[in-house]
């Protein structure tokens, strides 16, 4: 099945307009491997409910450390370049890397509109994936390993997303939702953001409350780290080995879930 362009290059830009609603400029920006693993998100929860099948058409692969798919890659750009979002390229601190590339764009109006244009489980999930995750790259790549297309799968393999245990056709809250006028939906979306607005702020300011004590160097502080390595016995010695796993791990129950017999 071919990618479909124009709805992949749609859930490329919902997922960025998404991180435009965050309240600081540097959660609004997203780089390609966030925007993959959002269209990667978007297809799961439109599988659920379509046998199986992608929103997006992709052919999706177990590629290091999370689904990969060249074809939405190679749509980042040009999708995100038609709603004229911002490109902001940083120097790589990694030896041997291209530049980190991020992009935002803030738009509430063309939010709402692309937004109409998804199918509700896209519209209803995506959202919340988005203002959990934002650019958190390592708590996206260890949500994203952890989908039961990548759990069947070992590296190379293409991703099964018929494997995803389905739900009911549409929800009592999403059929709710479908009834609403175009100005109670945009009221409902106001209310939405406010809450995210109000629950990120009380995280902020539990972390600004809390104060530890400076931690004191003196005599006691020696005493007990000489303590404590006396008694861990001797060091290790220190030398590099190679740790090699049989390829059928990938296919162990217990990455599936499940205890061993």
């Known amino acids: 099945m071919p990618i479909d362009t124009a709805k992949t290059d749609l859930v490329i830009q919902f997922a960025l307009l998404l991180a435009g609603e965050e309240d600081t400029f540097a959660d609004r920006m997203l780089g390609p491997i966030h925007l993959i693993k959002y269209v990667y998100l978007a297809d799961l929860a439109y599988a659920r409910r379509h046998d199986g099948q992608t929103f997006s058409g992709a052919d999706w692969t177990f590629y290091n450390f999370g689904p990969w798919a ?90 099964d997303f018929s494997l995803e245990e389905p739900y009911p056709k549409q929800t009592k809250a999403e059929s709710a939702i479908d009834s609403l006028s175009a100005k109670q939906k945009k009221k409902l ?39 404590l390595d006396d008694d861990a016995g001797k060091a290790f010695n220190e030398e590099k080995l190679t740790v090699e796993f049989d390829e059928n791990v990938w296919k162990s129950a217990t990455r599936h879930g499940h205890d061993l017999p």
């Open 70 to 159: 060249p074809a939405v890659h190679a749509r980042i750009e040009p999708a995100l370049k038609a709603i004229h979002a911002s490109c902001h390229e940083f120097e790589s601190d990694l030896e041997n890397r291209d530049n980190w590339v991020r992009w935002t764009k803030t738009d509430e109006a063309l939010l709402g509109g692309l937004r109409s244009q998804l199918p509700s489980e896209i519209r209803i999930e995506l959202p919340s994936k988005v203002h959990a995750y934002r650019h958190d790259t390592p708590a996206l790549l260890d949500f994203v390993y952890k989908t039961v297309p990548m759990l069947f799968a070992a590296p190379g393999e293409r991703l």
């Open 189 to 227: 979306h106001e209310n939405m953001r406010e809450l995210i607005r109000r629950r990120a702020q009380r995280r902020v300011t539990a972390a600004v409350m809390v104060e530890p004590e400076p931690a004191r160097y003196d005599e006691v502080y020696e005493e007990g780290i000489r303590w």
